[in-house]
């Protein structure tokens, strides 16, 4: 066989010089970056379809996406800190990946987290200082809305919700990505001209007619291929085709799978624990431990209140008020419908002497926003809270040899009971912002968890039943130095004692960021081009 795939990589007409395997979003980033030099042929694989259906593009399409348009309807495993509960695992099976389904949330975090990836996880070139240029890099690309709101207009509770951080002594905070995290305010958002402005939008259209770049959608990546130490091309299934393609790269294999998705496609190639992998029936290829561990999400609390009147978007279930709401973005390009939903909120702090705020609000407009939230007779309001930087480290692993099979997925939430007390403190925060009098006129009262539950048992009973993930899994392939077991890529993003191949994209981050987790991924991709295209030594 191997020799075979030596024929046809002299030989096919089919050879690339770089593979991408998966056009989330750093893969998108990716093949632009790459197909820029016209000598050089790019194939972008994706798994899932087009972006085409309006969803994808209308800014409140968002809350659609959480139940599963355009995702590969995973779950975790039974999560042993939160009474066994099986949490909801949306991952995007799109082009495009979480940039086409996502909130459209854009923070970059704090200095401090990617100051920490270096002196913490030795993954040295990847500082605040040399991350930013990456950052800088990526806005000019992409064209974000004005910091003040979003298109769809800001509602009055919005204001009062600002007001009742300052009765805390939280301030507003005009810009989460200036001089300062804390305080709330307007998130800015990845939209351009009312609508979503994903990574395919943003990186990926404009360059449609390249011809040296070859966008397969509905293809799945089984393996990547590796003779002699080198990966030499990844084994293709298309949908609807009964046998796979074995399709050449001649410089890079280049894994963009996601958090999810890269340790897996690692680990059904053969690359991986070779312990787990002998346990499932894969031939091990390469023994690397750290591939799908040190898995680290955001888990989110909420609460909810009943509003007053129509304070929300929820007032837009009607029917006649939803075909208004239509008819209102065709012509004005406002209202509810070029809302993410989730354009304000904040950060603040659950310890007082901890380095940046370690709590992240999101003010939902509405009440049944996220999959799994009962709707309310009447409108409602929902402010959610998550702990920032959690200690509990969980894992990706494979459930069989078969690439069909969906993963384990185990964050292992609250492994660390560190990570459960400061939660339950954001959580109380966020309820005692919503209890704040200037959000009087707004509120009725609170409706999760409700003003019976108290005591952290009870509230740790609530999160038990209610707990979701924020979507933010990162660091199954993580940056490290090569003598570490918890390594998976180099600084370089190079796979450990593999040629030919690099992992590059939310996986590969070491810590996860004081933030949402998209923003720093199209910054790995943007470093990883550099990388790659060796503009950086
Ligand atoms: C519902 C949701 C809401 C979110 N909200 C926000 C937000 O508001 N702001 C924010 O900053 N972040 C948000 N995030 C997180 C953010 O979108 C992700 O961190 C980011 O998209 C990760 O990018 P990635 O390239 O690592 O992976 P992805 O974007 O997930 O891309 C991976 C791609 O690879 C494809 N793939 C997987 N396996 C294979 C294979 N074997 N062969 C071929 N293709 C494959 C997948 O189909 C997918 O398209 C959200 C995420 C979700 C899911």
């Not at 999560?79 to 949490?87: C, E, F, G, I, T």
């Not at 979503?196 to 397969?216: E, F, K, Q």
């Not at 403190?425 to 009262?445: D, H, N, S, T, Y």
Request: with cysteine.
């Amino acid at each position: 066989m191997p020799v075979f795939f030596l024929i046809y990589c002299d030989m096919a007409e089919s050879a690339y010089d770089y593979i991408i395997t998966g056009g989330g979003t750093a893969g998108c980033v990716l093949a632009n970056r790459l197909s820029a030099d016209p000598s050089v042929k790019v194939l972008l694989l994706e798994a899932g379809g087009s972006d085409r259906h309006p969803y994808f593009h209308l800014p409140a399409g968002f809350a659609k996406m959480t139940k599963g348009i355009g995702s590969w309807g995973w779950s975790t495993v039974a999560q042993r800190h939160l009474k066994n509960r099986v949490l909801r695992y949306t991952q995007a099976k799109v082009i495009g990946g979480g940039s086409s389904i996502n909130a459209q949330i854009y923070t970059r975090g704090v200095p401090a987290d990617y100051d920490a990836w270096v002196r913490d996880a030795g993954a040295h070139g990847w500082s605040y200082r040399e991350v930013l240029p990456y950052f800088k890099r990526a806005e000019n690309n992409e064209r974000y809305a004005n910091e003040y709101h979003g298109y769809g207009g800001p509602l009055p509770i919005c204001e009062a919700f600002f007001q009742a951080g300052q009765e805390l002594g939280i301030p507003f905070n005009p810009d989460f990505n200036g001089a300062h995290q804390e305080g709330l305010g307007y998130y800015q958002l990845t939209q351009s001209n009312a609508r979503r402005s994903s990574t395919s939008a943003a990186y990926l259209h404009p360059i449609r007619d390249r011809r040296n770049l070859t966008v397969r959608l509905g293809t799945q990546t089984l393996r990547v291929v590796v003779e002699n130490g080198r990966a030499t091309g990844v084994e293709v299934a298309r949908a609807g085709s009964a046998s796979p393609q074995f399709v050449c790269a001649g410089r890079e294999v280049i894994v963009t799978s996601g958090a999810m998705g890269s340790p897996k496609l690692l680990m059904q190639s053969g690359i991986g624990p070779a312990g787990h992998l002998g346990s499932v029936g894969v031939k091990v290829v390469h023994d690397l431990p750290g591939v799908g561990g040190n898995l680290q999400d955001h888990l989110d609390l909420f609460v909810i209140a009943e509003c007053t009147g129509d304070h929300t978007y929820d007032r837009y279930n009607h029917v006649h008020r939803a075909a208004w709401a239509g008819l209102q973005y065709l012509l004005w390009k406002k209202g509810p419908v070029a809302s993410s939903l989730f354009e304000t909120g904040g950060f603040w702090y659950a310890q007082k002497d901890t380095r940046s705020p370690d709590i992240q609000f999101h003010l939902g407009l509405g009440s049944g926003i996220e999959a799994g939230v009962a709707k309310m007779k009447h409108t409602g309001v929902t402010l959610n809270s998550a702990y920032l930087r959690p200690r509990s480290r969980g894992s990706v692993r494979l459930a069989s040899a078969d690439p069909a099979a969906a993963p384990l997925i185990d964050p292992d939430y609250w492994a660390e009971p560190r990570d459960r007390d400061l939660a339950i403190e954001g959580l109380r925060m966020a309820r005692e912002i919503l209890r704040q009098p200037a959000l009087k006129r707004f509120v009725l009262a609170e409706r999760l968890p409700g003003d019976a539950m108290n005591t952290d048992a009870e509230l740790f009973d609530f999160a038990c039943a209610h707990a979701k993930t924020d979507h933010h899994p990162v660091g199954t392939c993580r940056i490290g130095p090569p003598g570490d077991m918890t390594s998976v890529v180099t600084p370089e993003l190079r796979v450990i004692g593999l040629e030919g191949l690099r992992v590059a994209d939310a996986s590969v981050m070491p810590f996860i960021p004081s933030c949402n987790t998209n923003a720093p991924t199209i910054m790995v991709a943007e470093k990883a081009a550099d990388l790659i295209l060796g503009r950086l030594a």
